[in-house]
T-cell receptor, first 113, second 116 residues
Framework: AQSVTQLGSHVSVSEGALVLLRCNYS??????LFWYVQYPNQGLQLLLK??????LVKGINGFEAEFKKSETSFHLTKPSAHMSDAAEYFC???????????FGAGTTVTVRA | EAGVAQSPRYKIIEKRQSVAFWCNPI?????LYWYQQILGQGPKLLIQ????????DSQLPKDRFSAERLKGVDSTLKIQPAKLEDSAVYLC??????????????FGPGTRLTVL
């Protein structure tokens, strides 16, 4: 079984500052990992995914995440926050032999001008 | 390519009433998912279809929830009778059965259900 823990339900950053969202996973097999973003009243959009290739994954909108097996982590970062990054972010894990995504509880990002 | 379509976008009903949600996946996507997203939580899978067959409905409350995908394209999720705790956003997603984008699920905008 897989599970995801997102540390911090709310993160507030200043425009231009580093965005760091934490995600730790639990999985009995090497997992596939995903970050999704959800803007108000919209569905989830894939930011990036790790599927056992390069451990540093680059996604859309300047985001990237690093898979660290020793720490069972997949933290999401963006060097410089923009006002348009204000949204809710979900980390998800999947067994490569399965289809089921298990989501974390989400982290809401607020960007201060 | 058109995205996943869902309707209605919002629905308000009283408890014990019935409600139905509709989803049209991305053209050519064999796999369709229904998720329930309660406020403050991540989405939880309710049911997965592959073409018109059910792959997994282990977390679907079958005493009140039902879903179908009769022709392997669009799908309907029904709740009858609704309870207060069913208030949530119901998300539909679809994905390829195989190929380069096999790992990616594409989500619709969701239907926000409020049960009073």
């Amino acid at each position: 079984a897989q599970s995801v823990t997102q540390l911090g339900s709310h993160v507030s950053v200043s425009e231009g500052a580093l965005v760091l969202l934490r995600c730790n996973y639990s999985s009995s097999v090497p997992p596939y990992l995903f970050w999704y973003v959800q803007y108000p009243n919209q569905g989830l959009q894939l930011l990036l995914k790790y599927t056992s290739a390069a451990t540093l994954v680059k996604g859309i909108n300047g985001f990237e995440a690093e898979f660290k097996k020793s720490e069972t982590s997949f933290h999401l970062t963006k060097p410089s926050a923009h006002m348009s990054d204000a949204a809710e972010y979900f980390c998800a894990v999947r067994n490569p032999n399965d289809y089921k995504l298990s989501f974390g509880a989400g982290t809401t990002v607020t960007v201060r001008a | 390519e058109a995205g996943v379509a869902q309707s209605p976008r919002y629905k308000i009903i009283e408890k014990r009433q019935s409600v139905a949600f509709w989803c049209n996946p991305i053209s050519g996507h064999a796999t369709l998912y229904w998720y329930q997203q309660i406020l403050g939580q991540g989405p939880k899978l309710l049911i997965q279809f592959q073409n018109n067959g059910v792959v997994d409905d282990s977390q679907l409350p079958k005493d009140r929830f039902s879903a179908e995908r009769l022709k392997g394209v669009d799908s309907t999720l029904k709740i009858q009778p609704a309870k207060l705790e069913d208030s949530a956003v119901y998300l539909c997603a679809s994905s390829h059965l195989a190929g380069e984008n096999y790992n990616e699920q594409f989500f619709g905008p969701g239907t926000r259900l409020t049960v009073l």
